[in-house]
């Protein structure tokens, strides 16, 4: 199972997000707020695998990826987005994400880009 760290700037949407891995045998090991928090959390509980809103206030998740990337090129890093942001998530990918996650979530996608990841490789 994985260690995730969700980084979104909804309270019910980490909510919700922390219940569907939690049900799930996943072990959710931050949340936090914004892109800036995401940088420092994650070297301090080394995730296997981030789930990362694009859309935050002061840094988004596109410039906290590439952050997180430079300090760590091995980081897993799963971007979320509500629908109809197609260019911002291409954007992201083309940065180093290594999937993303439209929201409203459907459980059952979001758990298999996580299975996906989390296997060793």
């Not at 199972?1 to 997000?17: P, Q, S, T």
């Not at 892109?35 to 694009?54: S, W």
């Not at 206030?57 to 942001?85: N, R, T, Y």
């Amino acid at each position: 199972m994985a260690r995730v760290m969700i980084v979104e700037d909804a309270e019910f949407m980490r909510m919700i997000i922390r219940d569907i891995l939690l049900i799930h045998g996943h072990e959710v090991v931050a949340e936090v707020a914004d892109g800036e928090e995401a940088i420092q959390t994650y070297f301090e509980v080394k995730p296997d695998l981030v789930l990362m809103d694009i859309i935050m206030p002061d840094m988004d998740g596109k410039e906290a990826l590439k952050k997180i990337l430079a300090m760590d090129p091995e980081a897993k890093v799963v971007m979320c987005s509500s629908l109809g942001q197609q260019a911002v998530i291409t954007e992201s990918m083309k940065i180093g994400a290594m999937g993303f996650i439209v929201k409203p979530f459907e459980p059952d996608g979001m758990l298999d880009v996580i299975r996906k990841l989390a296997e060793p490789n």
